[in-house]
């Protein structure tokens, strides 16, 4: 059966600090890959989504960035972290479009990110 | 940017009662789901309707669609206190992309014991 691990549950930042966080995807392959982010009480904010290595879309234009440097490895990173960037991270997998028809979203147990 | 809005932004119900949750999006759609948020945790699929399709039912849940509208709805029948959580509505564009899954602003739903 397919799992997503994310990490970690918790993280407390100091503003200006860098930012890594991690997403693994076991018991599928070439799955896409999701980066979501969620303010306190409020809807998904899509950040990245990727269809694969070295095919990353960006959806919002930030100091954040995202890798895929394997198949079911995805990296959420910053350079230099705002206050603005708190916030509940979700990394998500689905096995649309490979001949699958299971467009579902299987998500992670989130990161919650407090920037100080 | 969001493309799904769900209205009402919080629902409070006694439990036995029916709740409706609305969701309003913008552009063409190959399919809408919807999903489930217990407090702090990552979301669950709860159903998914292609746009060909008007309605579709899953035990307690009842799924409307309405693409002239470009609405949808979710009703939970007979609603018990395990059904507090958040929901929102998720869509998959028609055209180009059909991996960019976008949310809403989901509906914060109260079952009373």
Known sequence: ????????????????????????????????????????????QLLFYSIGIDQISSEVPQ?????????????????????????????????YGQGIRNEKLFFGSGTQLSVL | ????????????????????????????????????????RGLVHLILIRSNEREKHSGRLRVTLDTSKKSSSLLITASRAADTASYFCATVPNSGGYQKVTFGTGTKLQVIP
Request: net charge neutral.
């Open chain 2, 1 to 40: 940017s969001q493309q799904g809005e769900e209205d009402p932004q919080a629902l409070s119900i006694q439990e036995g009662e029916n709740a409706t949750m609305n969701c309003s999006y913008k552009t063409s759609i190959n399919n809408l789901q919807w999903y489930r948020q217990n407090s702090g």
């Open chain 1, 1 to 44: 059966s397919q799992t997503i691990h994310q990490w970690p549950a918790t993280l407390v930042q100091p503003v200006g600090s860098p930012l890594s966080l991690e997403c693994t995807v076991e018991g599928t392959s070439n799955p896409n890959l999701y980066w979501y982010r969620q303010a306190a009480g409020r809807g998904l």
């Open chain 1, 63 to 95: 100091n954040l960035s995202a890798s895929r440097p394997q198949d079911r490895q995805f990296i959420l990173s910053s350079k230099k972290l705002l206050l603005s960037d708190s916030g509940f991270y979700l990394c998500a997998w689905s096995s």
